[in-house]
């Protein structure tokens, strides 16, 4: 069996995430409460299926980390997005925890102070999730 797909199957759940996240500040911003909820746990939930993806895929089945191909100026970006992605994968974690739990226990006062944190460094690390796997595997892949 095939495990070829769960790059791009990681790629979408990142987007999916970020597009929860868009549409839920919206809904909260318009003041659409079931909305943002429904957005927000959307987001929690393809979130967790990247994660549980992305550990399997990495643990189980790559052969190895897929080296980058680009040369010139987008090498050094490229790696620049992807230690800001993946420092940022790892702080953000306890960030959600927290912001889930307090709208979970209904503090929406404290939910919203570090909902204003989390939400753009999520935003960031879905977005440079896309963004690393298509400088991998599209428009620098492997030959």
């Not at 549409?23 to 957005?39: N, P």
């Not at 980390?65 to 040369?71: A, I, K, S």
Request: proline residues 3%.
């Amino acid at each position: 069996m095939s495990i070829d797909f769960i790059p791009s199957l990681n790629a979408m759940l990142n987007a999916t995430s970020g597009l929860f996240l868009i549409t839920g500040y919206v809904m909260i911003r318009r003041r659409k409460i079931e909305a943002h909820r429904f957005c927000m746990l959307g987001a929690v939930t393809a979130s967790i299926l990247f994660l549980i993806s992305y550990v399997i895929y990495h643990v189980g089945f790559a052969k190895g980390v897929t080296r980058f191909q680009g040369t010139g100026w987008v090498r050094p970006l490229y790696f620049v997005i992807l230690t800001s992605h993946t420092i940022l994968a790892v702080v953000i974690l306890p960030f959600v925890i927290i912001t889930l739990r307090r709208a979970l226990r209904r503090d929406f006062t404290r939910h919203r102070k570090i909902a204003r944190w989390t939400f753009p460094m999520w935003l960031y690390v879905s977005v440079t999730g896309v963004i690393v796997y298509l400088m991998l595997y599209h428009f620098y892949p492997s030959l």
